[in-house]
């Protein structure tokens, strides 16, 4: 069965697991725009484009599994509107 399941089956991916770290990332960015804007706190500003940069990490990965894969458990253009509505978030943080 490994060899069956290794070469012929369709591989699983947890995309709900998948969406759920990048949109954390996602309220993770949000919460240092708004510490960085009303504490006047520098350190947020600037960890805004540290975690910028692994959300889009988040993304490319997502993205490259969600074209990798054969079945999701629900509909692939759903999923990818998801992936690409979280990065818009981190995206348009990243640039205010």
């Known amino acids: 069965m490994g060899f069956i399941s290794q070469f012929l089956l369709p591989s699983k991916i947890d995309f709900d697991t998948a969406l759920i770290k990048q949109a954390q ?3 993770l960015i949000v919460s240092d725009l708004y510490k960085a804007c009303s504490n006047d706190d520098r350190e947020a500003l600037n960890a805004i484009a540290v975690v910028a940069e692994r ?19 629900y509909d692939k253009e759903s ?9 818009w978030i981190a995206l348009s943080v990243k640039h205010f």
């Open 25 to 27: 990332i996602s309220r």
């Open 55 to 73: 959300a889009r990490k988040v993304k490319t990965k997502n993205m490259e599994e969600l074209l990798d894969v054969f079945i999701v458990p």
């Open 79 to 87: 999923i990818y509107r998801m992936i690409t509505q979280l990065d």
